[in-house]
């Protein structure tokens, strides 16, 4: 039996005028919507009544574009952001589900996403062009909230939610090999090192590669080494064609298809914590955003991302729904 949901609220219509900042930005603005295939959500949002701690937080008169990257951990915080500021009174733009990291980051450094979600290490590695992670969780957020100031972009303060990478095995073949971090996997017989990955993950200076090396564990060869979807990944060590699989730590599919993640006792994943992102110059004509965000930051962790992320992945609902429906449960917002 499923658990009932609270459905969305009716249909209030919002104003959708169009940005001046779009017009001042000119071709480069139409490069991220357009010639960069940039497409999003849209669609309906709902908004409520702040309440608990954010009750009497008031955003009327400001226009927000809030993105989002297109996977969907990233289009839940997308749409909770953009339901509580529309339920704040903010005149909310819905920019969620950008195809891929550096379109939403070209988004937001134009100037046509005010406000989005990233993470730490995406940010650190991939904008930043940093090769070694910063270990501590403290210490990288600060590191790339001084240096991203120089894009005009305020990183607010991060959630403990870590969607890092990790490998992923059946939970009763961890049990039955003895599995518990990744550095107990050198000493497996070699037909047991079977690897499903992504091939972003099989490149990145962050990924397996240079993973395996760091833990001692021999390159596997032939098909003990397949590259294929993230989906197709988790498919495939869920019904033992692969031993391990490349995963994030948050993915709502681990716990749905009873595998279980191996710890990272050298800590070589650098850490992706979740933080809000806000444009500076938005940032100082709204503060009340900053007050706004922290509730919600403060309540995001790893097992409340995946418990989102696995309604979306597993049981099929839209983003939105689940966006709203966390909003009242933790008291954020009231019909």
Known sequence: MTTPRATLPSRRRGRTPARAALAALGLAASLVLSGCGLSTAGGYLPSGTPAGDVAGIDLEGAHVAVGSKNFNEGVVLGKITAILMRSAGADVEDLTNMPGSLSARQAQVAGVVDVEWDYTGTAWITYLG???????????????????????????????????????????????????TLADIKDLPTEEQSFCVSAEFAARNDGFLPMLEAYGIERPTGSRLRQMDIGAVFAAVADGSCTFGEAYSTDGRIAALDLTTLQDPLSFFPKYNAAPIVREEVLAQHPEIADLLAPVTARLDNATAARLNARVDVDGEEPTQVAWDWLREEGLITD
């Open 130 to 180: 940093h090769t070694d992670p910063i270990p501590d969780a403290q210490a990288q957020w600060a590191a790339v909230r001084d240096e991203d100031a120089q894009q005009g972009l305020v990183w607010l303060p991060p959630a403990e939610l870590d969607n890092t990478y990790t490998l992923s095995v059946r939970q009763d073949r961890a049990e039955e090999l003895g599995l518990e």
